[in-house]
């Protein structure tokens, strides 16, 4: 493409050369008449200048050859011929070629200053270019040096503000904090709180066992082992490369003062990753220590008095339960002996009320003869409550729903017509004992229908509910109900709230014990006139398989 360019560059510059030609030969055939034939070449010399210092030496002879020729053959009469031209025409004509000679000469002279003079120009134009760009780039460097400058700068008083502050840090720090300037541990020195309180040295006192020059003399312990410099936290931190963690350690110094520190050391590294240095920091724990001896020797004294105390505890736990085993057994006795003259009593009762037929003394007989047989049935009540107390409770699973229709077919009181108990859903087999579990339910079911309003027929719903492991069995009746202001001490012995019914105060006591040794809970809902909702809460074993298809003796609802 560049050599396409410069051929189009040197035709163009040729036909340049000629254009000018024919322009000049047009304008001396306009102007011939005025110039009368004189001077036809006069100006071809402005054209070759023209030429020579546009397009150069070689188009402006071409253009001078070209011009010659043009106005020689156009302007010049006769025509001139070279073998017989005239030494006047010679002369002119070597005067024409000389002065085109020197016209070429001089501007292609002119010519290569020009260029000459441009391209030195251009080289300064670059130089002063790249003058200016090395001045900016200086400028720029000079900039970035004096950013440089500042911002070392910056960093050194930030630097030194952090020292400080480290310092500053490490002083008001509570425990000692102690730095090893080496890689060997022989400079080392300390905080305030190290220097201070436990070294007590001048402040900068390198206090480093490995140093020959150490200002301190002070032994240091392990576990009552005596360290050698070597074994310390800091120099083997040092010698290791590796932290040293909860190093318990005893400063102990001349003047026999101990001191207790839990150490932790770190060794630092430069940039090529060798040890520097290191920093150890501590807790001073001799108060600790002092504290702990003196709870060893209280817990010691605590314990020797504990075990005196445990034994004394026994003893008189051992004489408790034989005293309350033989009150027990007494009131057991007692009450067995009481049911003797009882028994007797009632037996004379019903014989004189057989034999004797006089109004007065016969309605004293029956008076009697019905207190004995209160009597008989509080000694029988304490009697149930004894053996419960004393009696092992050997736990089993219990079949809940088996007791109940086993309770309702033994006592008339519990069917039909004198009283409707129904039982709801299906009962499940429970953990608890079978014979305490008989009580409880005969004894809540006893109780259902019998404190009912005069005239009224017991009306007693019996079900259970299960849920998260526990079985609740309930029992809901019709009768008087009982206060709020009571509830909380039904189950208290010797309890009677209604004096115009019959019962010895312990029923419920009864209850409450037993279900309590099986490892449940006894509660109950009411208000009165509105029954009673007693409940008890057994730990559920699972469903009864039952195998007999026979239809139940009484109906569930």
């Known amino acids: 493409m560049s050599e396409s360019n410069g051929t189009v560059g040197v035709v163009a510059r040729y036909a340049f050369g000629l254009g000018l030609v024919g322009l000049t030969a047009l304008i001396q055939l306009l102007l011939d008449r005025a110039l009368s034939g004189n001077f036809p070449f006069i100006m071809m010399y402005g054209v070759v200048a023209v030429v020579v210092c546009v397009c150069g030496w070689l188009p402006a002879t071409m253009t001078a050859l070209t011009g010659f020729f043009t106005i020689s053959f156009l302007f010049v009469h006769p025509r001139i011929s070279f073998p017989t031209m005239p030494l006047l025409t010679t002369v002119a004509v070597f005067s024409y070629f000389t002065s085109i000679g020197l016209i070429i000469w001089m501007g292609e002279s002119m010519r290569r200053q020009k260029r000459a003079a441009e391209e030195r120009g251009e080289r300064l134009e670059k130089e002063l270019a790249r003058r200016y760009e090395a001045e900016d780039s200086l400028r720029q460097r000079n900039a970035e040096l004096d950013a440089a400058v500042a911002a070392k700068e910056a960093l050194r008083i930030q630097a030194t503000e952090r020292a400080a502050e480290f310092k500053a840090l490490l002083d008001a720090a ?18 305030a709180y190290a220097d201070e309180i436990v070294m007590r040295a001048v402040r900068g006192t390198n206090v480093s066992r490995s140093a020959s020059d150490s200002a301190v003399a002070y032994r240091v312990l392990k576990n009552g082992v005596g360290l050698s410099p070597e074994e310390l936290p800091v120099q083997r931190a040092c010698a290791t490369g590796e932290p040293m963690i909860n190093e318990e350690l005893q ?11 839990l150490m932790n050391a770190t060794p630092l590294f430069d940039e090529r990753g060798h040890v520097r240095g290191c920093i150890a920091a501590g807790a001073d724990i001799t108060q600790l220590k002092r504290v702990v001896s003196e709870l060893r020797e209280a817990h010691s004294l605590l314990g020797n008095r504990a075990v005196q105390l445990e034994k004394i505890v026994a003893e008189r736990t051992t004489k408790l339960r034989e005293t309350l085993h033989e009150l027990e057994a007494f009131a057991y006795q007692l009450v067995h002996d009481l049911r003797a003259p009882l028994v007797t009593i009632q037996s004379f009762s019903r014989l004189l009320t057989e034999n004797v037929n006089d109004p007065g003394p016969l309605n004293h007989i029956r008076k009697i003869a019905a207190s004995a047989e209160k009597m008989d049935t509080f000694v029988h009540d304490v009697l149930r409550y004894s053996r419960l107390l004393q009696a092992p409770v050997e736990m089993e699973p219990v079949d809940v729903g088996a007791i109940l229709q086993s309770c309702l077919g033994s006592f008339q009181s519990f069917q039909q017509p004198n009283s409707e108990i129904h039982l709801a859903g299906e009962f499940p087999l429970v953990h608890g004992n079978k014979s305490a579990l008989t009580e409880c339910v005969l004894q809540l079911l006893n109780n259902a229908v019998k404190f009912v309003a005069p005239g009224a ?27 709020k202001s009571a509830q909380g001490k039904i189950f208290e012995v010797f309890q009677r709230l209604d004096k115009g019914y019959d019962g010895s ?20 809902q009411s208000e009165p006139g509105a029954g009673c909702l007693f409940w008890l809460e057994l730990k559920h074993v699972g469903a009864v398989q039952h195998t007999d298809a026979r239809a139940p003796r009484l109906a569930r609802n």
């Open 174 to 191: 509570p425990m000692p904090v102690w730095i090893s300037h080496d890689a060997h541990g022989r400079h080392i020195t300390g905080n």
């Open 251 to 261: 400063l102990i110094f001349p003047d026999d003062r101990s001191v207790y520190l």
């Open 505 to 524: 105060g312990i029923g419920l006591t009864i209850v409450k014990k037993a279900v309590e040794r099986m490892g449940g809970k006894v509660g109950l």
């Open 457 to 483: 027929m017991p009306v007693v719903r019996v079900w259970c509910n299960t849920r998260d492991g526990w079985s609740t069995l309930y029992f809901e009746d019709n009768g008087i109900g009982i206060p």
